[in-house]
């Protein structure tokens, strides 16, 4: 195979363009085979009226003799390009059509820069093969796909495409119109992916010393290409190869006339912030099931730190040039949600499967999501389950009774459901949003606590609207119980009430964002105690007040005086109140009792003691009203407490109204009972005090 490499040149922001060049071409000459360049031909691109570069404008760099001289046997040529400055994607464009046409006649076309230098002898050969391959494996005309260069400077990126002058057969653009200078390269390799016809080469391997990853030479132009754009780009492939077969032998550019079926694509995104080796590693070696295309992004969110750089440097070491394996690390920590967003920006998959890092996903997990997503075609998303271990303490337990972890089984409880309104992203597979009309794609909102509360939710119920919106007869989130991942106890197996106070801090924001989901109800714990507090602290004031202003002294000597009687008789009401308090955790805690020991025990508990489960019921009181308190702390930070006191939000959504019934009589309960109780421990306490006053040892 002839093989053409399409070199853009500009002596903009380089002093030394002609240096990059004769090193190029020094690289070429080194590593090809033979070295005088048979089979070789390279095409310069040059900005029309480049002072180094243009000969028409006295440039002093020749790059034709350059390259003539490099390689004495190549096909050579230089091309004046008109383009506004920076469209290094319109310059390939011009190339490679130069490159397909007579004179060259090439069969492959290498879309490099300036600024690389080729590694690995033999590389044309590598390339050749690379498409025998992929022709042979993936039963498609000799030329269908897209290999790339193995990048040094930007491992497991597909930077330098190669294509087969098969791709200007069905894209006689190259590449859109619409690509300025980035982006180009993962468009050309996802398009291919789709069909299981593109492949990184470990024998091509380059390196790229100014552009990739970092700062390049021009304004970086990004284009939304891996949504509509991708998905027009890959049916017309498709379409060529349905067209392939009927064409006459001899105007067939390939050698074989079938064609596979495109593949599932689904990627598999992980943001993490511990980055545990072992579990990132075992997320990593998911096996992938046939007429499946899966890539694994993960993104680090804790640069700086040694031991999540060494975990990272460990997984690039193993995974360099697999096209399937992309990591990646924050330039600061941004949080979960951002970190979620970055994974999503860098696939392009049909469908995403969002993992924790920490969780230990069924080794048939993708499996199980391809055969949900076959059986459910108008779906939008799917919610796996997320096991937790048997719980084995007190605290453990206490999280099952507390109900905060009730939807990471949903998919279990509820098994056939279609329309399961959000499931948790330690294990939650959807289609990848990408913008509608005039619509952004949705994204999770950074606007969360970095360390979660909430954003998954607002995630699903804004992805679940918009496809709605976008895909008639549309439903989800499907119930898929046998995608399975089990995730780990938090904080070493204590959980502690905090983290879930830090979740609620940002959950409390769906009631005002998703008003159609909000009810009013009778007050939880949290607000009760307070309201309670709310009340001594006014009551103490007051009478601090007045004492002070009534120039009383607080010393025993000024009992008598009326203001300092004041404040000791609000003293006296606030252990009244503060009684009160006790009461009401009473009451919740007695409540709690009947409903999981008597009434409606808790299925995840039922394997414990009884005198086990009765030891968690402080735990999980504990863990629900610190939730509840979080999420007041959420609204008083936001300037939002007043009109968000009993204020709820329905977690089943649109799945299921009657939970606010449901809801609301359970905390009217449980208003009654610290009423009840409340106005007992009152009752006592004014018997008390008048058997006090009639005690005539007092007088």
């Known amino acids: 195979m002839r093989v053409a490499l399409l070199v853009p040149v500009t002596s903009r922001g380089t002093p030394c363009v002609g240096t990059n060049v004769r090193a190029l071409l020094a690289s070429v000459r080194e590593t090809a085979r033979p070295p005088s360049g048979d089979n070789l031909a390279i095409l310069f691109g040059v900005d029309r009226g480049d002072p180094v570069c243009d000969p028409a404008a006295n440039g002093a760099l020749d790059l034709a003799r350059m390259a003539r001289e490099a390689l004495p046997r190549a096909h050579v040529s230089l091309h004046l390009c008109a383009h506004p400055p920076g469209h290094i994607c319109s310059i390939w464009r011009d190339l490679a059509r130069r490159a397909f046409a007579k004179p060259c006649s090439a069969d492959l076309a290498v879309l490099l820069g300036d600024d690389v230098r080729l590694v690995s002898v033999g590389w044309a050969d590598a390339l050749a093969s690379a498409f025998e391959e992929v022709a042979r494996e993936r039963g498609v005309p000799l030329g269908f796909g897209c290999v790339a260069f193995a990048d040094e400077s930007f491992p497991s990126f597909p930077s330098f495409p190669v294509i087969h002058r098969v791709h200007a057969a069905w894209m006689p653009t190259i590449i859109p119109l619409s690509f300025v200078n980035q982006d180009a390269d993962p468009f050309l390799f996802q398009i291919y992916r789709a069909f299981g016809a593109a492949r990184i080469v470990t024998g091509a391997r380059l390196c790229n010393t100014v552009g990739g990853a970092g700062a390049a030479r021009y304004d970086k132009v990004r284009v939304a290409w891996n949504g509509r754009m991708l998905d027009e780009a890959r049916d017309a492939a498709a379409q060529w190869l349905c067209w392939y077969p009927n064409q006459a032998p001899a105007e067939r550019v390939g050698s074989h006339p079938s064609h596979p079926a495109l593949a599932l694509t689904l990627d598999v995104l992980v943001p993490t912030y511990r980055a545990p080796l072992a579990a990132l590693e075992r997320i990593l070696a998911l096996r992938v099931p046939e007429g499946m295309s899966t890539q694994f992004i993960v993104v680090c969110d804790r640069p700086g730190d040694a031991d999540a750089e060494a975990t990272m440097a460990a997984l690039q070491a193993k995974h360099a040039h697999n096209a399937m394996v992309h990591l990646r690390t924050n330039q600061a920590n941004i949080g979960a949600g951002p970190t979620r967003n970055r994974a999503l920006d860098e696939s392009a998959a049909d469908w995403v499967l969002f993992l924790d890092d920490d969780v230990v996903p069924d080794d048939g997990i993708l499996a199980a999501y391809a055969r949900a997503i076959a059986t459910h075609p108008s779906a939008f998303g799917l919610v796996g389950t997320a096991e937790l271990p048997p719980a084995a303490n007190a605290r453990q337990a206490g999280v099952c009774l507390a109900g905060v972890s009730f939807f990471w089984s949903a998919a279990r409880t509820f098994p056939l459901e279609r329309e399961l309104p959000w499931g948790v992203t330690a294990n939650l597979c959807a289609r990848r949003p990408h913008a509608v009309g005039e619509l952004g794609a949705v994204r999770f909102g950074a606007h969360f606590p970095r360390t979660g509360g909430g954003e998954d939710i607002d995630f699903c119920l804004r992805l679940g609207s918009q496809m709605r919106s976008e895909l008639p007869g549309a439903y989800g989130f499907v119930a898929t119980p046998d995608a399975r991942v089990v995730h780990p106890w938090w904080d070493g197996g204590e959980p502690s009430a905090a983290h879930f106070a830090g979740w ?86 007695g409540y709690d009792a009947w409903r999981e020991l008597v009434a409606r025990p808790c299925a995840e508990c039922a394997h414990l003691p009884l005198r086990a489960r009765a030891r968690a019921l402080p735990h999980g009181l504990l863990i629900r009203t610190a939730s509840e308190a979080g999420r007041l702390r959420g609204h008083a930070s936001r300037g939002a407490l007043l009109t968000n006191v009993c204020r709820r939000f329905n977690w089943f959504a649109h799945m299921w109204h009657g939970a606010r019934a449901v809801e609301r009589a359970d905390s009217l309960h449980r208003t009654v009972a610290r009423a009840t109780l409340c106005a007992a421990v009152l009752a006592v306490h004014a018997v008390h005090v008048r058997e006090g006053v009639r005690d005539p040892s007092d007088g």
């Open 504 to 589: 609620a801090y940002g959950d409390g924001m769906l009631a005002q964002r998703f008003p159609e989901h909000a009810y009013v109800a009778w007050p939880n714990l949290a607000e009760t105690l307070c309201a309670l507090g709310l009340v001594t602290a006014a009551q103490l004031g007051v009478a601090m007040l007045a004492t002070l202003g009534g120039g009383a002294t607080l010393d025993a000597r000024s009992a008598g005086a009326p203001h300092v009687s004041a404040l000791l008789r609000a003293c006296a009401r606030s252990r009244m109140i503060v009684a009160a308090a006790v009461a009401c955790v009473l009451a919740d805690l």
